[in-house]
Each structure stands twice: as structure tokens, then as C-alpha cells.
Nanobody, 123 residues
């Protein structure tokens, strides 16, 4: 069993930065790919970023490339999403997700979800 708890959301202005954290519990954390999805009001949940269990490969949605980075610290069982140059269209609930396959994760095949963290970017 794996549990995911997000933190670090909040209200910021356009151009600001924010870092989300996903604390993962479970003895097999290091074997899972972990990623982030987001869901804006009235829209479907969509892929944002993913990182392999070893941290050697990362994937980002085109809409966030150059602005967001994903990293993980397996010694702290934590995955981070660093968000820079935030835009109002980044406003959404951000969900941490884990999957045994990073390719599956990128397609939305998720084994575990977090409860979500609200990020609001004002213009």
C-alpha cells in the first residue's frame, strides 16, 4: 500500500514560484514512478509531470516545459514539483500520483492518488 499526501499549494500572483511536495508512505516507494496531474474547474484531469523510480528520467507536459521541474528524494520519500513563472491558466487542483510504470503514469494509468492541493494564480 502506498499513500500520497500533497502540500505547498496556495495563492500566488502571475510570475511567482511555488513548490509542491508529495510525501509518500509505504515500504516500496522507491519502486514506483511518481507524477503530478492537475484539474481546473470544468476540465478533465491532465498529466503535468512524471519521474521514474530512480529519478534518472523526467517527463513534462508541453504546457509546463521550461517552467516546471520534477524531482524526488528517495531518502525522504518525497517528490517535488517546482513551478516557476506561474500563469493564471496554471490554476488547478494538483494531484500527486504513483504508478509501477512511468509510461502508464503518463497515460493516466495510476495505482495511487493523493487528495490534491489547490494552486491559484492571480493575474
Amino acid at each position: 500500500q502506498v499513500q500520497l499526501v500533497e502540500s505547498g499549494g496556495g495563492l500566488v500572483q502571475a510570475g511567482d514560484s511555488l513548490r509542491l511536495s508529495c510525501a509518500v508512505s509505504g515500504r516500496t516507494f522507491s519502486r514506483y514512478a511518481v507524477g503530478w496531474f492537475r484539474q481546473a474547474p470544468g476540465k478533465e484531469r491532465g498529466f503535468v509531470a512524471a519521474i521514474t523510480w530512480g529519478g534518472s528520467n523526467t517527463y513534462l507536459a508541453d504546457s509546463v516545459k521550461g517552467r516546471f521541474t520534477i524531482s524526488r528524494d528517495n531518502t525522504k520519500n518525497t517528490v517535488y514539483l517546482q513551478m516557476n513563472s506561474l500563469k493564471p491558466e496554471d490554476t488547478a487542483v494538483y494531484y500527486c500520483a504513483a504508478s509501477i510504470s512511468v509510461q502508464g503514469l503518463r497515460r493516466g494509468v495510476v495505482d495511487y492518488w493523493g487528495q490534491g492541493a489547490q494552486v491559484t494564480v492571480s493575474s
